[in-house]
C-alpha cells in the first residue's frame, strides 16, 4: 500500500510539473490591439507623411474631448461609437489658409471573440464613407472589417 | 616393326603398373597413421541442453538438432509474446489533478489498448471535456459546454523483450471533436464616446476540430492487474471549424488552441491474455 501511494504521489508531482513547463512554453500574449479601432494613416502618393500640428476630435464626444490635439501624426486612431452606426470626425489643421476637412464613417458593429488572450470586442464592418476636400484628396479603405490588427485600415490622401 | 611396336606397348603396360603399385602402397600407408589419443576424448553437451537436442546428435541428425538449438537461442534473444497478449482499459484522470493545480478545463476518458506481441498496441479512446474560465483582468467569461471526443490510434512498446508490466512506448493519435462555446458576461467599455459598460453574450456557438498527436508514455505496474501511465503530447490542429462569431479556445480531448504540449496520467487495469503461450522467465543462476 505505502508503495502504491509512493507511485501515485510520484506520477501527480511529474505531471504537475511537467505541464507547468509546458504552460510556461505556450504563447499567452495577446496579438494586436485590445479593442477593434480603425487606424488612419497619412499618406502622399505611396509614401507615408507627417501632419504637422493636427487636432482631431469625433463630433458628439462628450466634454469635446479630442482625440490628438494640435500634434504632429504620421496615423491616428479613431475610435467607433457601440451606440450609433455612424461617426463623424473633424480634422483641423490649425492654420488659416486651411479650413477643417470632416471624415463621416458608416459601419455595422459586429460582437466577436477574438480570442482568450485578446477578449471579446466588437469588429466593425465599414459600410460607408464622406468626406471633404479641403487638404483631403482622397480616402481609401483597403480592407472594410476593422479588426483588432495594428494597421493602417483608413489610407487618408492628402494634397 | 610389328615387333619393335609390341615392345613398346608390353614397356609401357610394366611402367603403368609399377606406377600404380607404388601409389596404392602409399595410401596404405596413410591410412595406417595412428590417431592421436587427445583427439579421442568424448564430448559433452553444454549444460542445459535439451535432452531431445541431445538424441537429435546421437541419432546423427545434427542438422536438425542445429535447427533447433538456434531457434531456442533465439527465443532467449527475442522472446516472442502471443499476438493477443494483453487489453489494458485505462482512465485519464490528470485533468483533475491539474484542476487543482489552477487549470480551467478538463477532460477525462477511457481507454482500450490491445497489446499485440507485446510490441505493437491499437488505442481506441473516447472521452468527454469541458472548461470554464473568467480571466483575470478581462471581460468576458468562457464556457466550454460538455462535449464529446474521439481518439485512435497505436503504441509502439519499446521494451517488447520485457514483461508488459512496465513499458516505455511511443504513439500516434488521431483525434476528433465536435463541441459547443458560450461566450458570456461581456462588458466593454469605450472612454473616447462615455460607453461604458456594454454587454453582450455569444451563445450557442459550435465548431469542430481534427488533430493529431506524437507521445512518448510510460506504463509501471503498481499492484496486482493494476497500473499507471504517464504521457508527453505534442499535437496540432490539422483542421478546425472557423465560427464567424470567434473561434474556440478550448477544445475537447486537445486543449487549448495555442498549446502545444499536453501531458496525461492513467489508471490502467489489465487483463492478460492467452498467458499460458507467453515465454516463460528463467530464474536467475545463483
Known amino acids: 500500500m505505502r508503495r502504491i501511494l509512493q507511485h501515485i504521489t510520484l506520477a501527480i508531482l511529474v505531471t504537475a510539473s511537467l505541464t507547468v513547463i509546458a504552460t510556461s512554453c505556450n504563447n499567452d500574449n495577446c496579438i494586436g490591439n485590445g479593442s477593434a479601432i480603425p487606424l488612419a494613416g497619412f499618406y502622399n502618393g505611396d509614401k507615408q507623411i507627417t501632419i504637422n500640428s493636427l487636432t482631431v476630435y469625433g463630433i458628439g464626444a462628450p466634454n469635446d474631448s479630442v482625440i490628438i490635439n494640435k500634434t504632429s501624426a504620421k496615423s491616428v486612431y479613431l475610435p467607433l461609437r457601440l451606440s450609433t452606426n455612424s461617426c463623424k470626425y473633424v480634422f483641423n489643421y490649425n492654420t488659416e489658409d486651411m479650413p477643417n476637412d470632416t471624415l463621416t464613417l458608416g459601419y455595422d458593429a459586429i460582437p466577436y471573440f477574438q480570442s482568450h488572450e485578446c477578449g471579446a470586442m466588437y469588429k466593425f464592418k465599414i459600410t460607408s464613407l464622406e468626406h471633404t476636400t479641403h487638404a483631403i484628396d482622397s480616402v481609401l479603405i483597403p480592407e472594410p472589417m476593422i479588426t483588432n490588427a495594428d494597421v493602417v485600415s483608413i489610407k487618408i490622401y492628402v494634397r | 616393326m610389328r615387333r619393335f611396336f609390341y615392345n613398346i606397348i608390353c614397356i609401357a603396360c610394366m611402367i603403368t603398373a609399377v606406377n600404380g603399385y607404388a ?65 489494458s482499459l485505462g482512465l485519464n484522470f490528470g485533468d483533475a489533478i491539474l484542476m487543482a493545480f489552477g487549470q480551467k478545463y478538463s477532460s477525462f476518458d477511457l481507454s482500450a489498448t490491445l497489446n499485440m506481441w507485446n510490441r505493437f498496441q491499437p488505442v481506441l479512446i473516447v472521452g468527454l471535456g469541458r472548461a470554464k474560465d473568467t480571466p483575470d483582468d478581462m471581460n468576458y467569461t468562457y464556457t466550454g459546454k460538455l462535449s464529446p471526443y474521439f481518439k485512435i490510434g497505436a503504441n509502439y512498446n519499446f521494451l517488447f523483450k520485457n514483461e508488459p508490466r512496465y513499458q516505455l512506448y511511443a504513439g500516434v493519435r488521431l483525434g476528433f471533436s465536435t463541441f459547443k462555446y458560450d461566450i458570456t458576461d461581456v462588458l466593454i467599455d ?57 473561434n474556440p479556445w478550448y477544445i475537447p480531448g486537445y486543449g487549448t488552441q495555442n498549446g502545444k504540449w499536453a501531458f496525461g496520467l492513467s489508471l490502467y487495469y489489465t487483463l492478460p491474455l492467452n498467458k499460458d503461450r507467453w515465454p516463460v522467465k528463467e530464474e536467475k543462476k545463483k
Not at chain 2, 595410401?27 to 537436442?53: A, H, M, Y
Not at chain 2, 492487474?225 to 470567434?246: T, V
Open chain 2, 23 to 87: 601409389q596404392d602402397q602409399e595410401q596404405q600407408q596413410r591410412k595406417v597413421t595412428p590417431v592421436k589419443p587427445s583427439t579421442n576424448k568424448v564430448l559433452t553437451p553444454p549444460k542445459g541442453t535439451k535432452e531431445e537436442i541431445i538424441q537429435q546428435y546421437l541419432s546423427g541428425d545434427t542438422a536438425q538438432a542445429k535447427a533447433q538449438e538456434r531457434k531456442d537461442s533465439l527465443a532467449k534473444i527475442y522472446p516472442r509474446y502471443p499476438k493477443l497478449t494483453e487489453l
Open chain 2, 190 to 246: 469605450n472612454p473616447y464616446w462615455g460607453e461604458y459598460g456594454q454587454s453582450y453574450q455569444l451563445n450557442g456557438m459550435s465548431s469542430n476540430a481534427l488533430w493529431g498527436e506524437f507521445l512518448l508514455g510510460l506504463k509501471v505496474h503498481i499492484a496486482s492487474n493494476w497500473s499507471l501511465g504517464w504521457e508527453a503530447k505534442f499535437h496540432g490542429i490539422f483542421k478546425s471549424k472557423k465560427n464567424d462569431k470567434g
